[in-house]
């Protein structure tokens, strides 16, 4: 069973720039597509991006495009999800989140899940 682990979350100003890791604990990872989901206080969870499992192919909701990039190592386990021009409305908890199938921004189609990590973007 996959174990993901989120890390690199913070208090940014609008503008700013954080970066998110996520680490898997399996060597199937690999095998997996990776996904960045966020969930604001009182809101659904909400896809933001997801990558394949060579890192060839990506895709992410319009509200990212441009400011936003995942990427993943494999050979070191782990996601990443650059953030950029952050507003304030990319205020939410950020999950990392795994499965064995093709892209999709569907949560309930991702089966592991990181405890996630507080981004929080100042006005």
């Known amino acids: 069973q996959v174990q993901l682990v989120e890390s690199g979350g913070g208090l940014v100003q609008t503008g700013g720039s954080l970066r998110l890791s996520c680490a898997a604990s399996d060597r199937t990872f690999s095998t997996y597509t990776m996904a960045w989901f966020r969930q604001a206080p009182g809101k659904e969870r909400e896809f933001v991006g997801t990558?394949?499992?060579?890192?060839?192919?990506?895709d992410y909701v319009d509200s990212v495009k441009g400011r936003f990039t995942i990427s993943r190592d494999i050979d070191r386990g782990t996601v990443a999800l650059q953030m950029n021009s952050l507003k304030p409305e990319d205020t939410a908890v950020y999950y990392c989140?795994?499965?064995?199938?093709?892209?999709?921004?569907?949560?309930?189609?991702?089966?592991?899940w990181g405890q996630g990590t507080q981004v929080t973007v100042s006005s």
């Open positions: 989140a795994a499965r064995s199938g093709s892209l999709s921004g569907s949560p309930s189609h991702y089966a592991y």
């Open positions: 990558i394949n499992w060579s890192g060839a192919h990506t």
